[in-house]
């Protein structure tokens, strides 16, 4: 529709193809209508009057990413990541997750893991009827001919560990029904020291026993329940409270007076070349001790020559004073 000049020029609206607003006007007048805001949708180009007319559109995003919940946020963030990067965080937060894993179980589960029923009718010294030994065993053999004892010889019973005291009870007793059913006799040991550090009696004080073919007579048996050897699958490994209650039960032995108070220490192999007891681990520790036999000098000697052996020693000693 046209209008006279210097009138206002009337526009007619339309729609483009695209679904934007098109201004029609009369190409045959100068009059230009005044354009100062024009909203276009999904077009990039505007035919107003002759012309064409370029658009640069600007894009308000109302929703920014603050507003956003945290798993929309953390799938955009995905999104616009490398597969490289994704891998990475996640490798990240296995990692993170294992190392949270691993602090509570080491703060906390093996706190639960330490035995609360660990309880012992004494501290560290067993007797056989703490223990619940019922059976009884032959006292008849006695050490007296040889005391005070010199010599104290080391083994290991090559059995399962013990942690607890219901458990080195429980085990001690299978020893001792162990060594009846096989060998007719009683336990071989005079005491033995469990895992968990406490000692047990076996045949006890001033009692001969079963565990060195030839010096029994003149020896303390100690064992230590475990196997030693380093060489072995699941080795057990002498504890530094074994070996401090293995002193004080031999320092014991000497305030009794069933000990002399030069004792001599040595380990079953360095009388019996047959065996390995007590286990390359244990056997170094013994060696370490000041009590130990280095010179091995008992090896193939009877127990009256061992007597006279450390007789003559303490004789030639007390001249020297």
Known sequence: MWVEPRQELPMTMGRS????DVVMIDPATNTQPAVTNLNVTKSSRVHIGPKFVSVTQNVDNTEVVKDLPFYRYVWEFAKNTSLAER???IIAILVLIICTLLIVYFTVLTKRTVPDDDVAPHEWYISREMWLNEIPFNTTERTTDFEPLNLVIIAHTVSAECHVFKNCATEMRNL???????????????????????????????????HTLGYNRCSMG?????????????????????????????????????????????????????TL???????????????????????????????????????QAAEND
């Not at 074994?242 to 380990?267: K, N, P």
């Not at 450390?310 to 004789?315: M, Q």
């Open 17 to 20: 193809s695209a679904g934007s």
């Open 87 to 89: 891998l990475s965080c």
């Open 176 to 210: 001792h029904e162990n060594h009846l059913a096989e060998h007719k006799y009683d336990l071989p040991y005079n005491f033995v020291i469990g895992n968990e550090g406490r000692v047990y009696e076996g045949r006890g004080w001033n009692v001969v026993g079963a």
């Open 222 to 274: 100690l064992a230590f329940i475990g196997d030693y050897r380093e060489g072995s699958s699941g080795y057990s490994k002498v504890t530094d409270l074994q070996l401090q209650r293995a002193s004080m039960l031999l320092a014991m032995g000497v305030r009794m007076g069933y000990l002399d108070s030069i004792f001599q220490v040595v380990g079953a192999k360095d009388l019996d070349p047959n």
């Open 277 to 315: 007891s007590p286990g390359t681990n244990l056997y170094n520790r013994i060696r370490q001790w000041p009590n130990y036999a280095h010179d091995n000098v008992f090896r193939n000697r009877t127990c009256q020559q061992i007597y006279d052996y450390f007789k003559g020693n303490k004789t």
